[in-house]
């Protein structure tokens, strides 16, 4: 059972033996369990291994906005690749984040994304509003928007309904997110803690940052 796990030799945060990095300190070497934490393991204590899973809805509606939008494909990919653990399905987070670029498909993956998280809130007793087939109604809203938004001529307009679709799509991440945030309370309690912002994460809203720079600036 030691086997599984291992330590941060920064900090001393206990993690599984698969992690690249420490999520508390980002620090890339580690060290064996220490003899205290063999102890309570021998003993059939069980050793609390923090869960970094949770986004919060301040963090995630701060990042849509300031990404124009381009956040929902991060979403998809980091809770599709985290749901994988969930579901024992074979994931393909990448390719799943990049449907979100092709019409029509986009909306059967989003369903299904918020079927996924539907189906194992209601498992574990989470009363949640969520209902992927509402879901799919506003991304079908948002795509719509955002399409008007390119065609008009009206440069007021055309903000307007471009900030109206950033809305609803960072609408679709918080219900979804919120309803996963409440599962993952039910498998981890005390050990949840918010997952760490990662490199692409923070491209993601950077970009989002130049392309609204850019736009501000015409």
């Known amino acids: 059972m030691t086997n599984d796990y291992k330590q941060c030799a920064q900090c001393q945060e206990v993690v599984a033996v698969s992690a690249n990095f420490c999520p508390q300190c980002r620090q890339t070497e580690f060290q064996e369990l220490s003899p205290e934490s063999v102890s309570r393991m021998a003993s059939s204590e069980p ?3 923090p869960a970094y899973l949770r986004l919060e809805a301040s963090r995630l509606v701060i990042a849509s906005i300031l990404s124009g939008g381009l956040y929902i494909f991060f979403w998809l990919y980091i809770t599709w690749k985290q749901l994988a ?7 393909f987070p990448v390719w799943h984040a990049l449907t979100w670029t092709v019409p029509v498909y986009q909306m059967f993956r989003l369903h299904r994304h918020s079927t996924v998280i539907q189906g194992l809130a209601v498992q574990a007793g989470v009363p949640t509003t969520l209902d992927a087939r509402t879901v799919v109604a506003l ?3 948002s795509f719509g928007l955002g399409l008007v938004s390119l065609l008009t001529l009206n440069p007021a307009l055309a903000t307007i ?12 991440v ?5 309803a996963l945030n409440a599962y993952w309370v039910t498998r981890h309690g005390d050990q949840l803690r918010a997952a760490p912002m990662s490199g692409v994460e923070r491209g993601i809203v950077l970009l989002g940052v130049l392309v609204w720079i850019s736009t501000l600036a015409r």
């Open 174 to 178: 918080v219900w979804n997110q919120g």
């Open 161 to 172: 309904l471009g900030l109206l679709g950033i809305a609803v799509t960072t609408t679709i």
């Open 139 to 141: 991304a079908l809203a």
């Open 85 to 91: 653990q969930e579901t024992h399905d074979v994931h």
């Open 47 to 49: 050793l609390a291994v």
